[in-house]
């Protein structure tokens, strides 16, 4: 039982990955296109990004700007001071035919609070938060038949192990990726491994159970993963930068680097594999936890001779899969 909870956190982290743009990817309230002149005279008033963002606005409300619009201000008139920078600024200056699109980035009121802000992805540039999506998915394609095959020839714990790592080292790469090219593929990369997080802990759920229990412990495993969608807009409020998102929802992936010691193999990934005497001990040690004897005994030949596991109606397999129930 114990084995069963742990590994049913991994659902609550793979949530946090499935749907965590919502939250990283959130269009800013707030922003406006750069203004030249004003960023210029940022330098010489050593304003604040406060203070440039209130005086891009002012400039932008006189001549009718958008926000996914800009106009070239020049500089050079000699009226433009740090105290009143925009005092000759009248709509009569400019006409429609001068709006051009933004060519010198956004200010944003809340900077690098999600990846839209980081990466100045507004206006034109915001159908790369859905492809950054998309590449997430097809991560998760990839994962489902690299990591599943691994899963089949190496264990399940291993390859459960291995995919936490993964997941967990992605994650803090992203988190602290320098553009929207290093993102995405990380992203991509933390969508194969987590995955690999979420199809093995669900797979070793459901093999470490008699079949009379799957239908539980599977439903039990999905809502794990409801509970990590509720949990995560709880995680968003109280955390106002994506990168502390991204880092809260992915070290938790290096904790289940633990199971290591307290997570054991699928006794019927191990019979498979010809190991029965391994499988024999781990399910020994899960009655013996779960304060239960076990009723049937398996007897040297049956462990010995690994040819008897060859066909799954064999009355040596039928025996341990009668152990395992009563294991549980």
């Known amino acids: 039982m114990c084995a069963f909870f742990l590994l049913c956190q991994t659902g609550i982290t793979f949530s946090f990955l499935f749907v965590g743009i ?33 005086i891009t606005i002012q400039a932008s409300s006189l001549v009718n700007f958008s926000q996914c619009e800009g106009h070239d201000i020049k500089c050079n008139d000699t009226r433009h001071n740090c105290t009143y920078p925009l005092a000759h600024l009248t709509n009569n200056n ?3 035919e001068s709006f051009t699109t933004c060519q010198d ?7 690098h609070s999600t990846i839209a802000s980081e990466y100045d992805l507004v206006c034109d540039n915001k159908w790369i938060i859905d492809i950054t999506q998309s590449i997430l998915n097809i991560g998760f394609l990839v994962g489902g038949f690299v990591l599943g095959y691994a899963a089949d020839r190496f264990g399940r714990i291993t390859i459960y192990l291995f995919s936490c790592f993964g997941a967990g080292l992605c994650g803090l790469i992203v988190a602290f990726a320098p553009n929207i090219v290093v993102f995405s593929i990380f992203r991509f990369l933390q969508g194969i491994f987590g995955k690999g997080t979420w199809m093995t802990s669900f797979v070793l759920v459901t093999e470490l159970v008699g079949s009379n229990h799957r239908r539980v412990v599977g439903i039990v495993i999905q809502m794990f993963f409801t509970l990590g969608v509720v949990i995560l807009p709880g995680i968003a ?12 929802t992915t070290l938790p992936n290096f904790l289940f680097l633990l199971y290591y010691w307290l997570v054991p193999e699928s006794p019927r990934w191990l019979i498979t594999r010809k190991k029965a005497k391994k499988a024999l001990q781990i399910m020994q040690s899960v009655a013996k936890e779960n304060g239960r004897n076990l009723p049937i005994t398996v007897s040297d030949e049956d462990v010995r001779n690994p040819s008897l596991f060859d066909l799954v109606r064999t009355p040596q397999m039928r025996k341990f899969t009668l152990i395992l129930m009563y294991a549980w």
């Open 105 to 111: 980035g956004w200010l944003f009121k809340k900077p």
């Open 237 to 248: 409020y109280l955390i106002p930068t994506w990168q502390g998102i991204q880092l809260v």
């Open 94 to 96: 400019f006409t429609g």
């Open 22 to 54: 919502v939250f990283l990817g959130r269009a800013p309230e707030q922003y406006w296109c750069r203004i030249p002149c004003v960023s210029e005279l940022k330098k010489q008033c050593e304003w604040t990004l406060e203070e440039e963002y209130n």
